[in-house]
């Protein structure tokens, strides 16, 4: 009789410890998830706002995997018309050590009303990033001489080797490009 | 038979010079094709404005010169822009520099930017200067103009009309309030004081023209 009750208040000891734990996985699940939810709606973290020089670090990383960046805006519709192009790219070369970086010019106060819907009315899983520095006389001679300031830009770059280019890309042109670098 | 081929080669040398000789003074004389740039002879132009009358160059005998801007109805930066293009045209008309501005963009790729949605545009903002459609889409082409706005600012010198300055109106395309250094007024004021542009050439984001 008295083993019995042992058994049994064991079980239910056991339970009762299950149960705290499924809470406490439960409760870290849901602050991961608000975590998330909180991430994904906050646009500054969806699209980081930079300055030129804030921007610039993005440009001139010296690894070994090569870097394809894109300057683009919601309103300028060659550029959304090659969007596809650059993200077919980002999966396709995923392993490859390739990586895309969508760099909008979009005015800052459309990032939440333009840019943000955009991106998830279209899956845009590209790193989107805010290039906020109004002064653009000062830094568009920076990333090229042959810049006249039109966008679609774009620059494909890994170590020191890079090229720019102002003009729109096909998938397969983009890739042609890509793998004269790789 | 070697004295011969030397004698050749002279030969082909000399045309050649000649020849070259010959481009260069054509560059000299006509205004250059492609891409103009600081110092070249701007040709004149002959483009419908939204009233419906032609305009040229030469039908402002008066002037001594001419800020010519590419913009259009639709693009951010243009629209922005568009109430500094109507101050420097009331600030530089009477000086003798009158704004034109010119729509490059194709309206079969932009829709926004039929003649039609120009004069709309035209009459809605009470443009004071021509807004002109480049139907033929050779004035920004030979100008070498990539994107809207793009300026340049052309000064008049013994009737023809000399590229004095090429790129932005200042240096806040999006934000009159902020801007800081007024490039474009500040090129038009040298050229009306006498002296040089210090500040030839600037760049700035534009939507990309459409054709």
Not at chain 2, 149 to 172: F, R
Request: net charge negative; charged share 25%; hydrophobic share 40%.
């Amino acid at each position: 009789m008295k083993s019995i009750l042992l058994v049994v208040s064991f079980i239910f000891l056991f339970s009762c410890a299950d149960k705290k734990k499924e809470a406490i996985a439960e409760q870290a699940l849901e602050i991961a998830e608000l975590k998330e939810e909180v991430s994904k709606n906050d646009p500054r973290l969806r699209v980081p706002s930079y300055n030129f020089e804030e921007l610039s670090t993005l440009l001139t990383k010296d690894n070994d995997t090569a870097y394809v960046v894109n300057f683009w805006a919601t309103w300028c519709r060659p550029c959304i018309k090659e969007l596809p192009a650059f993200e077919k790219l980002n999966a396709d070369y995923s392993e490859n050590k390739v990586k895309v970086l969508l760099v909008t010019l979009d005015f800052p106060d459309k990032i939440e009303k333009q840019v943000i819907p955009f991106m998830d009315k279209n899956n845009i899983q590209s790193e989107v990033v805010l290039l906020d520095d109004p002064d653009s006389n000062s830094w568009i001679p920076k990333i090229s001489k042959d810049w006249s300031g039109a966008i679609p830009a774009t620059i494909i770059y890994k170590g020191k080797a890079r090229e720019f280019y102002e003009r729109s890309f096909t998938f397969e042109e983009l890739e042609t490009e890509l793998k004269k670098i790789l | 038979m070697i004295r011969k081929q030397i004698i050749m080669e002279i030969a082909v040398v000399l045309i050649v010079i000649v020849v070259m000789s010959g481009f260069k003074t054509n560059n000299v004389e006509f205004p250059v094709e492609g891409t103009y740039r600081i110092g070249d002879v701007a040709a004149d132009i002959n483009l419908m404005n939204t009233d419906g009358t032609m305009v040229s160059y030469s039908n402002y005998p008066d002037a001594k010169g001419f800020i010519v801007i590419f913009t259009c109805n639709t693009c951010p930066f243009a629209v922005a822009s568009e109430d500094r293009i109507i101050t420097l045209d009331a600030e530089f008309k009477g000086k003798g520099y009158p704004v034109i501005a010119i729509n490059p963009n194709d309206p079969s790729v932009q829709p926004d930017d039929t003649f039609k949605l120009m004069q709309e545009k035209a009459e809605a903002k009470e443009f004071t200067f021509p807004y002109l459609y480049d139907e033929s889409k050779t004035v920004y082409a030979q100008y070498g103009a990539k994107k809207t706005p793009h300026v340049y600012l052309l000064q008049k010198e013994s009737e023809k009309n000399i590229v004095k300055y090429i790129g932005a109106i200042d240096d806040n395309v999006r934000n009159g309030a902020a801007v800081k250094d007024t490039f474009l007024a500040n090129a038009v004021n040298e050229l009306l004081g006498g002296k040089e542009v210090t500040v030839k050439e600037t760049k700035a984001i534009g939507c990309s023209i459409k054709v």
